[in-house]
C-alpha cells in the first residue's frame, strides 16, 4: 500500500517554463490537495478536489493549474514558472468516512532559477 | 473556516511532559479537532483526532473543553524525536473538504 505518491521528487526549472506535478494515490480517497510550503513556513492550500470531476481554488491558487484526472490522480501544473514558486509542494489525500483525515505525499522539491 | 491560533514556537528538554493549545473560536458544530506532526523534508502525519472530552491514544493526548473553542496537545515525556512542527486543524464536510493549515507551532527538545 503505497499511499500518496508524488513525482517528481526534485526538480529545477528556469523562469517561464512549463512543467505538471503528477499525484496519485491508492487508498480510495474522494478528496485530494495541493499545498505548498516555502522555507521555515507553514503549509499553504493551493487547489483541492473534493470529488472526481471537481475542483476548488484554495487560499494561493494563482500561477497554478490542476485536473483530477480520475478518482487515484490529481496533478499541478505550472504553466509559467516564476522564482516566487520555488517551494516544497505536497499532494494529500482525504477520507471524510474518518472524519477528514489527511495523508500527505513525501513532497516534491521544485526551484525556479 | 474555522481559523486557528497557535503559539509559534515551544521549548522542552527531555522527559517533560508538553502540551500545545490551539484556539478555534468559531468551529461549527460538526467539526472534528486533528492534530498532525512534520518533521524537516517531510509531509505531515496524523497524531491525534477528537471532538470533545478527552482521546488518548498511544502517542498524545487531546484535551477539548466543553465550549470546543479550543484544544490542547499533550506529549508525555518527550524525547528529542518530538522536535517537529504540530498544527492543529479545524474541518468537515462544512467547508466542502476545503482544509486549510495555521501556521502551526514548533517544538523544540533539548537534552
Known amino acids: 500500500n503505497a499511499g500518496v505518491t508524488q513525482t517528481p521528487k526534485f526538480q529545477v526549472l528556469k523562469t517561464g517554463q512549463s512543467m505538471t506535478l503528477q499525484c496519485a494515490q491508492d487508498?480510495?480517497?474522494?478528496?485530494m490537495y495541493w499545498y505548498r510550503q516555502d522555507p521555515g513556513m507553514g503549509l499553504r492550500l493551493i487547489y483541492y478536489?473534493?470529488?472526481?470531476?471537481?475542483?476548488d481554488k484554495g487560499e494561493v491558487p494563482n500561477g497554478y493549474n490542476v485536473s483530477r484526472l480520475n478518482k487515484r490522480e490529481f496533478s499541478l501544473r505550472l504553466e509559467s514558472a516564476a522564482p516566487s514558486q520555488t517551494s516544497v509542494y505536497f499532494c494529500a489525500s482525504s477520507d471524510e468516512r474518518v472524519r477528514n483525515t489527511i495523508y500527505f505525499g513525501e513532497g516534491s522539491w521544485l526551484t525556479v532559477v | 473556516l474555522a481559523k486557528t491560533t497557535q503559539p509559534i514556537s515551544m521549548d522542552s528538554y527531555e522527559g517533560q511532559e508538553v502540551n500545545i493549545t490551539c484556539s478555534h473560536n468559531n468551529i461549527a458544530t460538526n467539526d472534528y479537532i486533528t492534530w498532525y506532526q512534520q518533521f524537516p523534508s517531510q509531509g505531515p502525519r496524523f497524531i491525534i483526532q477528537g471532538y470533545k472530552t478527552k482521546v488518548t491514544n498511544e502517542v498524545a493526548s487531546l484535551f477539548i473543553p466543553a465550549d470546543r473553542k479550543s484544544s490542547t496537545l499533550s506529549l508525555p515525556r518527550v524525547s528529542l524525536s518530538d522536535t517537529a512542527v504540530y498544527y492543529c486543524?479545524?474541518?468537515?464536510?462544512?467547508?466542502?473538504?476545503?482544509?486549510?493549515f495555521g501556521a502551526g507551532t514548533i517544538l523544540r527538545v533539548k537534552s
Open positions: 478536489s473534493a470529488s472526481e470531476g471537481t475542483t
Open positions: 487508498m480510495n480517497h474522494n478528496s
Open positions: 486543524l479545524v474541518g468537515g464536510k462544512k467547508y466542502g473538504n476545503k482544509l486549510v
